[in-house]
């Protein structure tokens, strides 16, 4: 290779690289757990659904609902559920694409229900959620 071919090279190279568009990192577990319990707190239904994809798949209760306009129709309704009492939340357990927490949530004049959730990542969303509590049976979440 010659000086100028050389330098006419990698300066292509260069600017190919410094003008290719730059793609964002796949979220890790945690940074998708982080803005969904952000999304939760400030009951954003659309952010909140952000982190879910078309195929994903949430089971409460034994009710499946599959997609993000499902997915959303379920929190719009438990957003309403635990929008009066009380919501307790244990340290999560993060194990690589895994989220698993245990919950108590204590509705007004109510006695406290508990409750649990697991989560599977993948490629940065919730691929599948399950959701399990006795508090669905007299606050249920309708399809």
Same mark, same amino acid.
């Given at each position: 290779?010659?000086? #100028? =071919?050389?330098?006419?090279?990698?300066?292509?190279?260069?600017?190919?690289?410094? #003008?290719? !568009?730059?793609?964002?990192?796949? !979220?890790? $577990?945690? +940074?998708?757990?982080? &803005? &969904?319990?952000?999304?939760?707190?400030?009951?954003?239904? %659309?952010?909140?659904?952000?982190?879910?994809?078309?195929?994903?798949?949430?089971?409460?209760?034994?009710?499946? =609902?599959?997609?993000?306009?499902?997915? %959303? &129709?379920?929190?719009?309704?438990?957003?309403?559920?635990?929008?009066?009492?009380?919501?307790?939340?244990?340290?999560?357990?993060?194990?690589?694409?895994?989220?698993?927490?245990?919950?108590?949530?204590?509705?007004?004049?109510?006695? %406290?229900?508990?409750?649990?959730? $697991? =989560?599977?990542?993948?490629?940065?969303?919730?691929?599948?959620?399950?959701?399990?509590? +006795?508090?669905?049976?007299? &606050? !249920?979440?309708? !399809?």
């Amino acid at each position: 290779m010659t000086a #100028s =071919f050389k330098t006419i090279f990698f300066s292509v190279l260069a600017a190919l690289t410094l #003008s290719a !568009p730059a793609r964002a990192a796949t !979220p890790s $577990t945690q +940074e998708v757990w982080q &803005h &969904h319990i952000k999304a939760w707190d400030a009951k954003d239904v %659309a952010a909140i659904t952000s982190d879910y994809t078309d195929s994903s798949v949430l089971i409460l209760n034994n009710q499946v =609902f599959r997609g993000k306009a499902a997915i %959303a &129709h379920v929190f719009s309704q438990l957003f309403q559920i635990f929008g009066t009492g009380q919501n307790q939340l244990d340290q999560p357990v993060i194990d690589g694409r895994i989220i698993y927490l245990n919950w108590r949530y204590t509705p007004k004049n109510e006695n %406290a229900f508990f409750g649990s959730d $697991t =989560f599977v990542v993948e490629k940065g969303k919730i691929q599948i959620q399950t959701i399990a509590s +006795e508090l669905y049976v007299s &606050h !249920p979440v309708k !399809p």
